[in-house]
C-alpha cells in the first residue's frame, strides 16, 4: 500500500499515538509505524502517573526509549500529557495547600518539559480541561487553584522549553458544539492575556455513524485567531459486529477528517489514536465498540487507509 508519509503536504505531519507494548514486541508494528507516520505520540508512557508513581520517585524508561526511538526513526515527537485530570497520580491529595499543589504542578511540568527539552515538536500542556457546555471542567487544579492554573501551566512549559510549541487538547470540539465555542473563548482570552498558547488540538474520537457538525468551517474559526490546529488523537469506533458497510462509513470520517484538515492552512498535524486494531484502547473503554484503526489486527490497511490515500 501507498505509505500515508510520502503522501502528505510537507507541511502536516501524519502522526500515531504509540502503544509502549506494541512498540517492544512487534517487528510489523514497528516497520508500519516507521513507513507510514512521520510523527508519534505516546499513548500512555508520558502521563502523570506513570512517569511519577510515587512523589519521590520519576521512572522515566518507557518515555526515554520512545523519544530515543523516535530520534532514530526520524519522527517527530509530540509531548502527551501534562495536565490531564485521568492522570493526576493517586498519591496527589486534595487535602493539600493550594500554594503546595501549586508548587508540585509547577515542579512537575517543570522537570519533564526540561528533560525533554529540544526533542519534543508540541507538548499538549492541558488536556480535556473544558466540560460540555464549554465551561471549565471541574478538576482538582479548578478547585484548589482557580482558572490560573492554565495559564501557569503554559507559562512554566514555555519556561522549561521555549522552542516547543505549546497546545491546548480536547475532545467533542472537532465539530460546531457548545465546547468548541467554549474552547474558542479561552483561546481568546489566554492570548489576550499574552500566554504563550500556540495551538489547538481535536482528538477526534468518533463513531462510524455519528459525523460531527462542520468540522472544516469550525477549524477554520481557530485558525481565524492565529491559532494552528491538529487533529491529535482521531479514531472511529464501530459499535460489533463489524459490516462491510460500517467499515464503508468508518472510511468516510477517516477521509473527510483528513480532508478538513487540510482544507485549513494552518492544519499542522493529522495523528490517529493507535493505527491498528490489534492495539488500540476501544475495546477495553467502549466496551461493545471495536475495528476503530485504519490496519486490522494482523496488521493489514482497511478500507479507511485507501480513503486517507485519496483524500491526499
Ligand atoms: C487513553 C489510552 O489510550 C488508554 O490506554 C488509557 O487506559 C487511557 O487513556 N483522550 C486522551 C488520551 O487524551 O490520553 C486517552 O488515552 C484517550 C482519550
Not at 508512557?45 to 520519576?58: F, N, S
Not at 467533542?172 to 482570552?189: H, P, V, Y
Request: charged share 20%; net charge neutral; aromatic share 10%.
Amino acid at each position: 500500500w501507498p505509505a500515508l508519509r510520502g503522501l502528505m503536504p510537507s507541511n502536516v505531519r501524519i502522526g500515531t499515538a504509540v502503544n509502549g507494548q506494541a512498540l517492544a514486541t512487534n517487528a510489523r508494528y514497528r516497520a508500519v509505524l516507521t513507513s507510514d507516520f512521520n510523527a508519534v505520540t505516546a499513548e500512555n508512557a508520558m502521563k502523570w502517573g506513570q512517569l511519577q508513581p510515587t512523589r519521590d520517585t520519576y521512572v522515566w524508561r518507557a518515555s526515554d526509549d520512545l523519544v530515543a526511538f523516535a530520534q532514530e526513526n526520524g519522527l517527530a515527537m509530540y509531548g502527551h500529557t501534562l495536565v490531564w485530570h485521568h492522570s493526576v497520580p493517586p498519591w496527589v491529595s486534595e487535602s493539600w495547600s493550594a500554594e503546595e499543589l501549586r508548587e508540585l504542578l509547577k515542579q512537575y511540568i517543570t522537570t519533564v518539559v526540561s528533560r525533554y527539552r529540544g526533542k519534543i515538536w508540541a507538548w499538549d500542556v492541558v488536556n480535556e480541561v473544558l466540560d460540555e457546555d464549554g465551561s471549565l471542567r471541574d478538576t482538582i487544579w479548578l478547585r484548589k487553584l482557580g482558572p490560573d492554573y492554565i495559564a501557569d501551566a503554559f507559562r512554566w512549559a514555555h519556561a522549561a522549553d521555549p522552542d516547543a510549541r505549546l497546545f491546548i487538547n480536547d475532545y467533542g470540539a472537532e465539530g460546531r458544539t457548545g465546547k468548541a465555542d467554549g474552547l474558542l473563548r479561552l483561546i481568546r482570552k489566554l492570548r489576550a492575556t499574552g500566554v504563550p498558547i500556540h495551538g489547538v488540538g481535536f482528538q477526534g474520537h468518533l463513531q462510524w455513524d455519528k459525523q460531527p457538525v462542520d468540522v472544516a468551517g469550525n477549524l477554520q474559526r481557530f485558525a481565524d485567531l492565529g491559532i494552528p490546529v491538529a487533529i491529535t488523537e482521531l479514531d472511529v469506533r464501530i459499535q460489533l459486529p463489524m459490516t462491510p458497510e460500517k467499515l464503508a462509513r468508518q472510511a468516510m470520517l477517516y477521509e473527510h477528517m483528513l480532508a478538513a484538515c487540510l482544507a485549513v492552512s494552518t492544519c499542522e498535524s493529522f495523528t490517529l489514536w493507535g493505527f491498528t486494531d490489534a492495539s488500540s484502547w476501544i475495546p477495553h473503554n467502549y466496551p461493545g465498540y471495536g475495528a476503530a484503526c485504519l490496519f486490522d489486527t494482523d496488521i493489514r490497511p482497511k478500507l479507511a487507509h485507501s480513503a486517507l490515500v485519496r483524500a491526499l
